[in-house]
Protein backbone atom coordinates (compact mmCIF):
# COMPACT_ATOMS: atom_id res chain seq x y z
CA UNK A 1 0.00 0.00 0.00
CA UNK A 2 1.69 3.24 -0.59
CA UNK A 3 2.37 5.80 1.91
CA UNK A 4 1.00 8.92 2.85
CA UNK A 5 2.99 11.80 1.23
CA UNK A 6 2.37 15.15 -0.15
CA UNK A 7 -0.53 13.93 -2.30
CA UNK A 8 -3.24 13.64 1.21
CA UNK A 9 -2.52 17.68 1.11
CA UNK A 10 -5.09 19.93 0.20
CA UNK A 11 -4.70 21.57 -3.19
CA UNK A 12 -3.53 25.09 -3.42
CA UNK A 13 -6.57 27.36 -3.08
CA UNK A 14 -6.91 28.84 -6.67
CA UNK A 15 -8.90 31.99 -6.46
CA UNK A 16 -10.56 32.58 -9.64
CA UNK A 17 -11.69 28.57 -9.65
CA UNK A 18 -14.40 26.47 -8.49
CA UNK A 19 -12.90 24.67 -4.96
CA UNK A 20 -14.50 21.36 -3.76
CA UNK A 21 -16.02 21.71 -0.34
CA UNK A 22 -15.50 18.19 0.82
CA UNK A 23 -12.15 17.98 0.10
CA UNK A 24 -10.83 22.25 0.43
CA UNK A 25 -13.85 22.88 3.02
CA UNK A 26 -14.75 20.15 5.07
CA UNK A 27 -12.86 16.62 4.44
CA UNK A 28 -10.27 14.67 6.59
CA UNK A 29 -7.27 14.43 4.94
CA UNK A 30 -6.74 10.85 5.36
CA UNK A 31 -9.91 9.94 3.41
CA UNK A 32 -8.87 12.85 0.59
CA UNK A 33 -5.44 10.78 0.17
CA UNK A 34 -7.22 7.26 -0.58
CA UNK A 35 -8.45 9.35 -3.61
CA UNK A 36 -5.43 11.29 -4.42
CA UNK A 37 -3.87 11.33 -7.62
CA UNK A 38 -0.21 9.84 -5.76
CA UNK A 39 -2.22 7.15 -3.68
CA UNK A 40 -3.96 6.13 -7.64
CA UNK A 41 -0.90 5.98 -9.66
CA UNK A 42 1.32 4.92 -7.18
CA UNK A 43 -1.05 1.73 -6.71
CA UNK A 44 -1.27 1.54 -10.40
CA UNK A 45 2.35 0.99 -10.12
CA UNK A 46 2.43 -1.36 -7.47
CA UNK A 47 -0.05 -3.56 -9.34
CA UNK A 48 2.41 -3.45 -12.12
CA UNK A 49 5.11 -4.92 -10.48
CA UNK A 50 3.42 -7.67 -8.73
CA UNK A 51 1.54 -8.49 -12.71
CA UNK A 52 5.78 -8.51 -13.06
CA UNK A 53 6.72 -10.28 -9.97
CA UNK A 54 4.07 -13.13 -10.94
CA UNK A 55 5.30 -13.57 -14.63
CA UNK A 56 8.55 -14.21 -13.59
CA UNK A 57 7.56 -16.47 -10.73
CA UNK A 58 5.76 -18.29 -13.56
CA UNK A 59 8.68 -18.35 -16.13
CA UNK A 60 8.36 -15.49 -18.22
CA UNK A 61 11.73 -14.00 -18.94
CA UNK A 62 11.88 -10.94 -16.55
CA UNK A 63 14.93 -10.11 -14.20
CA UNK A 64 15.38 -9.53 -10.52
CA UNK A 65 16.91 -6.13 -11.93
CA UNK A 66 14.22 -4.99 -13.82
CA UNK A 67 11.80 -5.58 -10.85
CA UNK A 68 14.10 -3.61 -8.56
CA UNK A 69 14.10 -1.01 -11.16
CA UNK A 70 10.11 -0.73 -10.82
CA UNK A 71 10.57 -1.34 -6.83
CA UNK A 72 12.43 2.35 -6.89
CA UNK A 73 10.25 4.62 -8.29
CA UNK A 74 6.52 3.15 -7.13
CA UNK A 75 5.90 6.22 -5.29
CA UNK A 76 7.77 9.18 -7.09
CA UNK A 77 5.40 9.40 -9.88
CA UNK A 78 6.83 12.19 -12.77
CA UNK A 79 3.43 14.06 -12.97
CA UNK A 80 4.67 16.26 -15.48
CA UNK A 81 5.66 13.15 -17.68
CA UNK A 82 2.27 11.21 -17.63
CA UNK A 83 0.05 14.51 -17.91
CA UNK A 84 2.33 15.88 -20.95
CA UNK A 85 2.06 12.20 -22.77
CA UNK A 86 -1.90 12.19 -22.13
CA UNK A 87 -2.86 15.50 -23.61
CA UNK A 88 -0.90 14.03 -26.92
CA UNK A 89 -2.34 10.23 -26.73
CA UNK A 90 -5.43 10.81 -24.79
CA UNK A 91 -5.14 7.73 -22.86
CA UNK A 92 -4.63 8.30 -19.44
CA UNK A 93 -3.10 4.45 -18.50
CA UNK A 94 -0.60 4.79 -21.48
CA UNK A 95 0.18 8.05 -20.41
CA UNK A 96 1.47 6.87 -17.07
CA UNK A 97 3.04 3.12 -18.54
CA UNK A 98 5.08 5.74 -20.32
CA UNK A 99 5.92 7.97 -17.30
CA UNK A 100 6.68 4.66 -15.56
CA UNK A 101 9.19 3.48 -18.58
CA UNK A 102 11.09 6.56 -18.42
CA UNK A 103 12.42 6.03 -14.69
CA UNK A 104 12.81 2.53 -15.08
CA UNK A 105 13.98 2.05 -18.85
CA UNK A 106 15.52 -1.32 -18.43
CA UNK A 107 11.80 -2.71 -17.40
CA UNK A 108 9.51 -0.54 -19.59
CA UNK A 109 9.35 -3.39 -22.09
CA UNK A 110 7.42 -5.88 -19.42
CA UNK A 111 5.48 -3.13 -17.96
CA UNK A 112 1.51 -3.46 -18.19
CA UNK A 113 2.83 -7.39 -20.01
CA UNK A 114 -0.68 -8.63 -21.27
CA UNK A 115 -2.71 -6.18 -19.32
CA UNK A 116 -5.87 -4.34 -20.04
CA UNK A 117 -6.39 -1.09 -18.42
CA UNK A 118 -9.11 -2.27 -16.01
CA UNK A 119 -6.10 -4.25 -14.17
CA UNK A 120 -5.19 -1.08 -13.13
CA UNK A 121 -8.04 0.90 -13.14
CA UNK A 122 -10.59 -1.80 -11.60
CA UNK A 123 -8.43 -3.23 -8.68
CA UNK A 124 -7.00 0.35 -7.72
CA UNK A 125 -10.58 1.44 -7.56
CA UNK A 126 -11.10 -2.25 -5.44
CA UNK A 127 -8.34 -1.33 -3.35
CA UNK A 128 -9.62 2.29 -2.82
CA UNK A 129 -12.64 1.52 -1.50
CA UNK A 130 -11.58 -0.86 0.78
CA UNK A 131 -9.26 1.32 2.17
CA UNK A 132 -12.22 4.19 2.15
CA UNK A 133 -13.87 1.49 3.94
CA UNK A 134 -12.13 0.71 6.64
CA UNK A 135 -11.48 4.55 7.28
CA UNK A 136 -15.22 4.58 7.74
CA UNK A 137 -15.45 1.58 10.15
CA UNK A 138 -12.59 3.63 12.12
CA UNK A 139 -14.51 6.41 12.64
CA UNK A 140 -18.04 4.78 13.46
CA UNK A 141 -16.10 3.09 16.43
CA UNK A 142 -14.90 6.08 18.03
CA UNK A 143 -18.55 7.54 17.46
CA UNK A 144 -19.97 4.32 19.01
CA UNK A 145 -17.34 5.08 21.67
CA UNK A 146 -18.25 8.90 22.44
CA UNK A 147 -21.53 7.99 22.55
CA UNK A 148 -21.20 5.17 24.82
CA UNK A 149 -19.51 7.58 27.11
CA UNK A 150 -22.27 9.84 26.78
CA UNK A 151 -25.51 7.27 27.58
CA UNK A 152 -23.24 5.60 30.28
CA UNK A 153 -23.30 9.16 32.02
CA UNK A 154 -26.61 9.47 31.76
CA UNK A 155 -28.30 6.41 31.77
CA UNK A 156 -30.56 7.14 34.87
CA UNK A 157 -31.55 10.70 33.89
CA UNK A 158 -35.23 11.22 32.60
CA UNK A 159 -36.29 13.02 30.18
CA UNK A 160 -39.56 13.89 28.27
CA UNK A 161 -39.91 11.43 25.39
CA UNK A 162 -41.75 12.07 22.50
CA UNK A 163 -44.09 10.43 19.44
CA UNK A 164 -44.55 12.17 16.77
CA UNK A 165 -43.04 15.16 18.43
CA UNK A 166 -45.80 14.72 20.99
CA UNK A 167 -45.46 14.74 24.64
CA UNK A 168 -45.20 10.37 25.33
CA UNK A 169 -43.91 9.00 28.39
CA UNK A 170 -40.33 9.46 29.69
CA UNK A 171 -37.39 7.70 28.81
CA UNK A 172 -33.76 8.66 30.15
CA UNK A 173 -31.26 10.74 28.04
CA UNK A 174 -29.01 7.58 27.85
CA UNK A 175 -31.80 5.55 26.98
CA UNK A 176 -32.41 7.63 23.74
CA UNK A 177 -28.02 7.86 22.77
CA UNK A 178 -28.51 3.82 22.72
CA UNK A 179 -30.96 4.30 20.18
CA UNK A 180 -28.38 6.20 17.96
CA UNK A 181 -25.61 4.30 18.35
CA UNK A 182 -27.92 0.75 17.69
CA UNK A 183 -28.36 2.63 14.17
CA UNK A 184 -24.66 2.83 13.96
CA UNK A 185 -23.83 -0.95 15.10
CA UNK A 186 -25.86 -2.27 12.49
CA UNK A 187 -24.13 0.08 9.94
CA UNK A 188 -20.47 -1.46 11.60
CA UNK A 189 -21.49 -4.52 10.79
CA UNK A 190 -22.49 -4.00 7.08
CA UNK A 191 -19.55 -1.94 5.97
CA UNK A 192 -16.73 -4.68 7.74
CA UNK A 193 -19.29 -7.17 6.18
CA UNK A 194 -19.01 -5.04 2.72
CA UNK A 195 -15.18 -4.26 3.26
CA UNK A 196 -13.95 -8.16 3.93
CA UNK A 197 -16.08 -9.75 1.57
CA UNK A 198 -14.91 -7.07 -1.46
CA UNK A 199 -13.31 -9.34 -4.31
CA UNK A 200 -10.02 -8.49 -6.31
CA UNK A 201 -10.72 -8.18 -10.43
CA UNK A 202 -7.45 -9.53 -10.76
CA UNK A 203 -5.84 -10.78 -14.06
CA UNK A 204 -8.66 -11.02 -16.46
CA UNK A 205 -8.13 -9.28 -19.59
CA UNK A 206 -9.69 -7.34 -22.03
CA UNK A 207 -13.38 -9.20 -22.19
CA UNK A 208 -12.46 -11.30 -19.09
CA UNK A 209 -10.86 -14.47 -20.68
CA UNK A 210 -7.76 -14.34 -20.22
CA UNK A 211 -6.62 -15.10 -23.62
CA UNK A 212 -3.70 -12.75 -23.62
CA UNK A 213 -2.47 -14.32 -20.79
CA UNK A 214 -2.69 -17.58 -22.33
CA UNK A 215 -0.92 -16.63 -24.96
CA UNK A 216 1.94 -15.21 -22.87
CA UNK A 217 2.18 -18.76 -21.43
CA UNK A 218 1.89 -20.82 -24.47
CA UNK A 219 -1.46 -22.06 -23.34
CA UNK A 220 -0.58 -23.19 -20.10
CA UNK A 221 -4.11 -22.55 -18.25
CA UNK A 222 -2.88 -23.45 -14.42
CA UNK A 223 0.04 -20.91 -14.59
CA UNK A 224 -2.85 -18.35 -16.04
CA UNK A 225 -5.19 -19.17 -13.29
CA UNK A 226 -1.78 -19.07 -10.98
CA UNK A 227 -1.12 -15.57 -11.68
CA UNK A 228 -4.55 -14.27 -11.22
CA UNK A 229 -4.16 -15.81 -7.44
CA UNK A 230 -0.48 -14.95 -6.98
CA UNK A 231 -1.27 -10.48 -7.52
CA UNK A 232 -4.14 -11.20 -5.66
CA UNK A 233 -2.31 -12.10 -2.66
CA UNK A 234 0.37 -9.86 -3.38
CA UNK A 235 -2.26 -6.94 -3.04
CA UNK A 236 -3.38 -8.05 0.29
CA UNK A 237 -7.43 -9.92 -1.51
CA UNK A 238 -8.01 -13.28 -0.27
CA UNK A 239 -11.14 -13.42 -2.71
CA UNK A 240 -11.44 -13.00 -6.44
CA UNK A 241 -13.78 -12.32 -8.76
CA UNK A 242 -14.51 -16.42 -10.18
CA UNK A 243 -15.68 -14.14 -13.90
CA UNK A 244 -15.92 -11.21 -15.00
CA UNK A 245 -16.26 -9.22 -18.42
CA UNK A 246 -13.49 -6.64 -18.83
CA UNK A 247 -14.12 -4.83 -15.84
CA UNK A 248 -15.46 -5.55 -11.85
CA UNK A 249 -19.60 -5.43 -11.84
CA UNK A 250 -20.75 -2.47 -11.26
CA UNK A 251 -22.99 -3.51 -8.38
CA UNK A 252 -19.79 -3.51 -5.92
CA UNK A 253 -19.93 -0.07 -6.11
CA UNK A 254 -23.72 0.05 -5.91
CA UNK A 255 -23.25 -2.34 -2.49
CA UNK A 256 -20.94 -0.18 -1.07
CA UNK A 257 -22.55 3.21 -1.31
CA UNK A 258 -26.01 1.41 -0.14
CA UNK A 259 -23.90 0.74 2.77
CA UNK A 260 -22.51 4.28 3.05
CA UNK A 261 -26.30 5.82 2.59
CA UNK A 262 -26.94 3.79 5.70
CA UNK A 263 -24.61 5.47 7.72
CA UNK A 264 -26.19 8.92 6.04
CA UNK A 265 -29.63 7.99 7.33
CA UNK A 266 -28.53 7.53 11.05
CA UNK A 267 -26.45 10.47 11.08
CA UNK A 268 -28.96 12.35 9.72
CA UNK A 269 -31.94 11.02 12.15
CA UNK A 270 -29.23 11.80 14.93
CA UNK A 271 -28.46 15.37 13.31
CA UNK A 272 -32.31 15.92 13.68
CA UNK A 273 -33.19 14.43 17.11
CA UNK A 274 -30.08 17.14 18.32
CA UNK A 275 -31.50 20.03 16.48
CA UNK A 276 -34.83 19.61 18.05
CA UNK A 277 -33.05 18.50 21.47
CA UNK A 278 -31.40 22.08 21.29
CA UNK A 279 -34.50 24.07 20.12
CA UNK A 280 -35.66 22.40 23.54
CA UNK A 281 -32.47 23.79 25.55
CA UNK A 282 -32.15 20.10 26.97
CA UNK A 283 -28.95 19.38 24.80
CA UNK A 284 -26.71 21.05 22.48
CA UNK A 285 -23.49 20.45 20.45
CA UNK A 286 -20.35 21.91 21.30
CA UNK A 287 -19.92 26.27 20.64
CA UNK A 288 -16.25 27.54 20.88
CA UNK A 289 -16.26 30.51 22.49
CA UNK A 290 -15.88 33.32 19.99
CA UNK A 291 -18.45 30.96 17.95
CA UNK A 292 -20.92 33.73 15.96
CA UNK A 293 -24.28 32.39 16.01
CA UNK A 294 -25.88 34.84 13.28
CA UNK A 295 -24.45 37.76 11.67
CA UNK A 296 -27.83 39.68 13.49
CA UNK A 297 -29.05 37.83 16.19
CA UNK A 298 -26.19 38.53 18.86
CA UNK A 299 -27.43 35.84 20.85
CA UNK A 300 -27.88 32.71 18.57
CA UNK A 301 -26.18 29.74 19.22
CA UNK A 302 -27.45 28.03 16.05
CA UNK A 303 -26.93 23.83 15.62
CA UNK A 304 -24.28 24.75 12.97
CA UNK A 305 -22.53 21.28 13.08
CA UNK A 306 -25.46 19.14 13.14
CA UNK A 307 -26.82 21.36 10.77
CA UNK A 308 -23.93 20.58 8.44
CA UNK A 309 -24.61 16.43 8.87
CA UNK A 310 -28.15 16.78 7.78
CA UNK A 311 -27.16 18.38 4.55
CA UNK A 312 -24.17 16.32 3.88
CA UNK A 313 -26.12 13.20 4.90
CA UNK A 314 -28.95 14.51 2.23
CA UNK A 315 -26.36 14.08 -0.44
CA UNK A 316 -25.07 10.85 0.74
CA UNK A 317 -28.42 9.53 0.69
CA UNK A 318 -28.99 9.99 -3.01
CA UNK A 319 -26.01 8.92 -4.58
CA UNK A 320 -26.60 5.34 -4.42
CA UNK A 321 -29.13 5.79 -7.32
CA UNK A 322 -26.49 6.87 -9.26
CA UNK A 323 -24.10 4.12 -8.89
CA UNK A 324 -27.29 2.09 -9.33
CA UNK A 325 -28.36 3.14 -12.50
CA UNK A 326 -24.13 3.18 -13.98
CA UNK A 327 -24.34 -0.72 -13.19
CA UNK A 328 -27.47 -1.33 -15.01
CA UNK A 329 -26.36 0.43 -18.17
CA UNK A 330 -23.44 -1.62 -18.88
CA UNK A 331 -23.12 -2.82 -21.64
CA UNK A 332 -22.27 -6.72 -22.51
CA UNK A 333 -18.43 -7.09 -21.43
CA UNK A 334 -18.00 -2.99 -20.50
CA UNK A 335 -19.27 0.42 -21.92
CA UNK A 336 -17.19 3.50 -20.74
CA UNK A 337 -20.07 5.60 -19.83
CA UNK A 338 -19.07 4.20 -16.01
CA UNK A 339 -15.90 5.73 -16.17
CA UNK A 340 -17.05 9.80 -15.67
CA UNK A 341 -19.39 8.84 -13.47
CA UNK A 342 -17.69 6.60 -11.30
CA UNK A 343 -15.01 9.48 -10.76
CA UNK A 344 -17.15 11.54 -9.19
CA UNK A 345 -20.28 9.54 -7.33
CA UNK A 346 -17.89 7.10 -5.32
CA UNK A 347 -15.40 9.36 -4.21
CA UNK A 348 -17.99 12.18 -3.10
CA UNK A 349 -20.27 9.18 -1.37
CA UNK A 350 -16.77 8.10 1.01
CA UNK A 351 -15.71 11.76 1.46
CA UNK A 352 -19.42 12.90 2.56
CA UNK A 353 -19.78 10.05 4.72
CA UNK A 354 -16.18 10.42 6.00
CA UNK A 355 -16.65 14.87 6.65
CA UNK A 356 -20.25 13.43 8.58
CA UNK A 357 -18.59 11.07 10.99
CA UNK A 358 -15.86 13.35 11.53
CA UNK A 359 -18.36 15.87 12.80
CA UNK A 360 -20.22 13.59 14.43
CA UNK A 361 -17.39 12.85 16.91
CA UNK A 362 -16.53 16.16 17.52
CA UNK A 363 -20.37 16.84 18.48
CA UNK A 364 -20.60 13.59 20.65
CA UNK A 365 -17.08 13.92 22.37
CA UNK A 366 -18.40 17.36 23.57
CA UNK A 367 -22.30 17.28 23.82
CA UNK A 368 -23.75 19.74 26.57
CA UNK A 369 -26.98 18.34 28.95
CA UNK A 370 -28.95 20.73 31.07
CA UNK A 371 -30.85 18.35 33.51
CA UNK A 372 -32.32 21.21 35.20
CA UNK A 373 -34.25 22.45 31.81
CA UNK A 374 -35.08 18.80 31.17
CA UNK A 375 -36.84 18.44 34.74
CA UNK A 376 -38.20 21.50 34.57
CA UNK A 377 -40.65 19.91 31.00
CA UNK A 378 -40.61 16.65 32.66
CA UNK A 379 -42.50 18.42 35.37
CA UNK A 380 -44.59 20.35 33.73
CA UNK A 381 -46.16 17.64 31.37
CA UNK A 382 -45.64 15.38 34.45
CA UNK A 383 -49.18 16.23 35.82
CA UNK A 384 -50.39 14.82 32.66
CA UNK A 385 -48.37 11.71 32.34
CA UNK A 386 -49.37 10.83 36.40
CA UNK A 387 -52.88 10.42 35.75
CA UNK A 388 -52.87 7.72 34.60
CA UNK A 389 -51.31 6.29 37.71
CA UNK A 390 -52.99 8.63 40.17
CA UNK A 391 -56.19 6.84 38.87
CA UNK A 392 -55.55 3.36 39.64
CA UNK A 393 -53.88 4.42 43.29
CA UNK A 394 -57.20 5.93 43.69
CA UNK A 395 -59.24 3.42 42.75
CA UNK A 396 -57.08 0.78 44.75
CA UNK A 397 -58.52 2.99 48.16
CA UNK A 398 -61.81 1.97 47.39
CA UNK A 399 -62.68 4.57 44.57
CA UNK A 400 -65.44 3.98 41.77
CA UNK A 401 -62.71 3.82 38.31
CA UNK A 402 -65.61 5.26 36.02
CA UNK A 403 -66.45 8.50 38.46
CA UNK A 404 -62.61 9.16 38.90
CA UNK A 405 -62.01 8.91 35.27
CA UNK A 406 -64.42 11.69 34.52
CA UNK A 407 -63.53 13.91 37.63
CA UNK A 408 -59.34 13.42 36.07
CA UNK A 409 -60.91 14.11 32.24
CA UNK A 410 -62.71 17.15 33.20
CA UNK A 411 -59.66 18.65 35.42
CA UNK A 412 -57.06 17.72 32.78
CA UNK A 413 -59.44 19.58 30.16
CA UNK A 414 -59.23 22.77 32.30
CA UNK A 415 -55.92 22.59 32.83
CA UNK A 416 -54.66 22.39 29.64
CA UNK A 417 -57.43 24.93 28.50
CA UNK A 418 -55.73 27.59 31.23
CA UNK A 419 -51.97 26.74 29.23
CA UNK A 420 -53.01 26.69 25.47
CA UNK A 421 -55.21 29.37 25.92
CA UNK A 422 -54.21 32.12 29.16
CA UNK A 423 -50.77 31.00 29.26
CA UNK A 424 -50.79 29.67 32.89
CA UNK A 425 -48.81 27.06 34.50
CA UNK A 426 -50.26 23.11 34.58
CA UNK A 427 -52.40 23.33 37.68
CA UNK A 428 -53.96 20.14 37.18
CA UNK A 429 -52.29 18.36 40.46
CA UNK A 430 -54.09 21.28 42.34
CA UNK A 431 -57.16 20.76 41.22
CA UNK A 432 -56.85 16.91 41.74
CA UNK A 433 -55.87 17.75 45.14
CA UNK A 434 -58.69 20.52 45.93
CA UNK A 435 -61.05 17.34 44.24
CA UNK A 436 -62.97 15.39 47.47
CA UNK A 437 -62.84 12.63 45.49
CA UNK A 438 -59.20 12.25 45.60
CA UNK A 439 -58.66 12.75 49.46
CA UNK A 440 -57.49 9.84 49.93
CA UNK A 441 -54.31 10.10 47.37
CA UNK A 442 -53.71 13.43 48.10
CA UNK A 443 -51.15 12.80 49.96
CA UNK A 444 -48.98 10.79 47.52
CA UNK A 445 -49.65 13.25 44.91
CA UNK A 446 -46.08 14.56 44.92
CA UNK A 447 -44.34 10.44 45.84
CA UNK A 448 -46.56 9.87 42.50
CA UNK A 449 -45.61 12.48 40.43
CA UNK A 450 -41.88 11.76 40.96
CA UNK A 451 -40.20 10.99 36.98
CA UNK A 452 -38.27 8.32 37.50
CA UNK A 453 -41.41 5.86 38.47
CA UNK A 454 -42.29 6.31 34.83
CA UNK A 455 -39.27 5.69 32.79
CA UNK A 456 -39.34 1.89 32.97
CA UNK A 457 -36.12 -0.16 32.67
CA UNK A 458 -34.92 2.81 30.07
CA UNK A 459 -31.66 2.64 32.47
CA UNK A 460 -31.34 -0.95 33.08
CA UNK A 461 -31.75 -1.23 29.26
CA UNK A 462 -29.18 1.25 28.92
CA UNK A 463 -26.94 -0.70 31.05
CA UNK A 464 -27.33 -4.22 29.46
CA UNK A 465 -27.04 -2.48 26.02
CA UNK A 466 -23.85 -1.43 27.21
CA UNK A 467 -22.67 -4.35 28.67
CA UNK A 468 -23.36 -6.67 26.27
CA UNK A 469 -23.65 -5.44 22.90
CA UNK A 470 -21.29 -2.54 22.88
CA UNK A 471 -18.37 -3.01 24.95
CA UNK A 472 -17.69 -6.26 23.32
CA UNK A 473 -17.38 -4.38 20.31
CA UNK A 474 -15.55 -1.83 21.65
CA UNK A 475 -12.66 -4.24 22.76
CA UNK A 476 -12.68 -5.71 19.32
CA UNK A 477 -11.95 -2.67 17.67
CA UNK A 478 -9.48 -1.05 20.79
CA UNK A 479 -6.89 -0.52 18.49
CA UNK A 480 -9.12 2.33 16.22
CA UNK A 481 -9.70 4.22 19.52
CA UNK A 482 -8.60 7.36 20.28
CA UNK A 483 -9.31 9.52 17.48
CA UNK A 484 -10.53 13.74 18.29
CA UNK A 485 -13.45 14.88 16.47
CA UNK A 486 -11.80 17.59 14.33
CA UNK A 487 -14.23 20.24 12.58
CA UNK A 488 -13.54 23.35 10.45
CA UNK A 489 -16.27 26.18 11.51
Known amino acids: MPSKRSGAQAATQNRNGFEYPLTSRYGSSEMAYVFSPQFKFSTWRRLWLALAEGQKLLGLPITDEQLAEMRAHLDDIN ?8 KEIRHDVMAHVHAFGLQCPSAKGIVHLGATSAYVTDNTDLIQMR ?5 IARKIVNVVAALSGFA ?3 GDLPTLAFTHFQVAQPTTVGKRACL ?36 LFEGDTQKVLRLDVIVAERMGFARLLPISGQTYPRKLDYRALQALSAVGQSGHKFANDLRLLQHLKEVEEPFEQGQVGSSAM ?16 RHLLVLPLDAAMTAAEQW ?4 LDDSSNKRIVVPEAFLSADVMLETWLNVSQNLVVYPAVIRARLELEMPFIATENILMVAVKLGGDRQKLHERIRVHS ?10 GKPNDLMAR ?3 DPAFKKVKARIGEILEPSRYIGLAAVQTEEFLKHHVHPILREYRDWLGRKGEVSV
Open 332 to 335: FERT
Open 79 to 86: FDAAEAKE
Open 298 to 313: AYKRNPMRAERMTGLA
Open 413 to 422: QAAAEGIKLH
Open 180 to 215: WIQDLLLDLDEIQRIREELPFLGVKGTTGTQASFLE
Open 152 to 154: ENH
Open 432 to 434: IAR
Open 131 to 135: AALEL
